[in-house]
């Protein structure tokens, strides 16, 4: 059956070529997630990208779905996704985009800049007094895959004197990382870390870990990070320590819903600085690179017959 590849991934023309001369056999289509029709997701074999979830149900011949994104829930639920199709992700892509938000939120929220800037739209000339530094601190990284390691390197380039990660798993050691252990420890974890961050995804096991006991053994001065998803982090209970002065500050990408309501007590924390699912996506060249050549070579795995990179288990 000759393959037909439907491919919504945002390319440049030279990467079409690369994507054709991999599959010269197979009918390549291209599109985009708002104009992919109906006809053309009937049509695929294999789809790449970012298509709506609700537009899966015609995709009736799908062998292999590659995800532009490492978030693949929308897609799992029992008949989103057509029955016996594998998917992929470009887990890892936007690694580099992700941790370099963490480190800047982290950097401005030690530096009280989002007071500062509270003050400059007041017109007040205050001094908001002690800051905070990253050397000599113990960082906690609650997810250590390819996120939680692209953070806990730069944070050991910039001076922390411990960075500890906690897995489901323990394997290999892992760059930037003094210890790692697993989520049994977590707990023992929490009262010894300066920062904790949260790049954890979203499954029955991470809903509200992070709940108002655990937020409770952190340090009173500590930071609190989420960036992985919302649901693993209890945002009442998180927004009642603060409004009582834990924490030096928080920071958080993800929340749950999003958009985040309007009446969330979150928005009037001062020391809480909150972006909206801004830190990953495409807003990086080399993430929008990254997952061009991910799906690439995994198109030259799926040609040969050998095993996909970031398949997930449904």
């Not at 500050?249 to 909206?276: C, F, K, Q, R």
């Amino acid at each position: 059956m000759q393959e037909v590849i439907l491919n919504l991934l945002p390319l440049k023309g030279e990467e079409r070529a690369a994507f054709e001369a991999a599959a010269p056999e197979a009918v390549h289509i291209y599109s985009r997630r708002s104009t992919v029709t109906p006809e053309q997701l009937a049509r695929a074999t294999v789809l790449l990208g970012w298509p709506r979830a609700r537009d899966m149900q015609y995709a009736k011949s799908l062998k292999w779905f590659q995800c532009m994104f490492a978030g693949v829930d929308e897609y799992l639920p029992q008949g989103v996704t057509p029955e016996g199709a594998v998917i992929t992700t470009s887990s890892g892509s936007n690694a580099l985009s992700v941790a370099e938000n963490m480190l800047s939120t982290l950097l401005a929220l030690y530096r009280k800049l989002p007071l500062y800037r509270d003050d400059q739209r007041a017109h007040l000339w205050h001094d908001e007094g002690a800051a905070k530094t990253i050397t000599g601190a113990v960082i906690l990284v609650v997810g250590a895959g390819h996120l939680g390691t692209e953070f806990a390197w730069r944070c050991k380039a910039l001076g922390a004197a411990r960075v500890m990660g906690v897995k489901r798993t323990i394997g290999r050691p892992l760059p930037g990382f003094d210890q790692l252990h697993t989520m049994e420890e977590l707990d023992d974890l929490l009262p010894q870390a300066d920062v904790v961050a949260l790049t954890l995804p979203h499954s029955p096991e991470t809903v509200h870990l992070m709940n108002a006991e655990r937020i409770a053994r952190m340090k009173d001065d500590a930071v609190l990070i989420s960036t992985g998803r919302g649901t693993v982090l209890d945002q009442d209970a998180l927004a009642e320590a603060m409004k009582n002065g834990k924490l030096w500050g928080g920071a958080l990408d993800v929340t749950e819903p999003e958009p985040l309501p309007a009446d969330s007590p979150l928005w009037d924390i001062p020391n809480l600085l909150l972006t909206p699912h801004v830190a990953g996506g495409m807003r990086l060249e080399i993430t929008r690179k990254n997952c061009i050549d991910m799906a690439l070579a995994n198109l030259k795995r799926y040609l040969a017959g050998q095993p996909l990179e970031n398949q997930v288990k449904r």
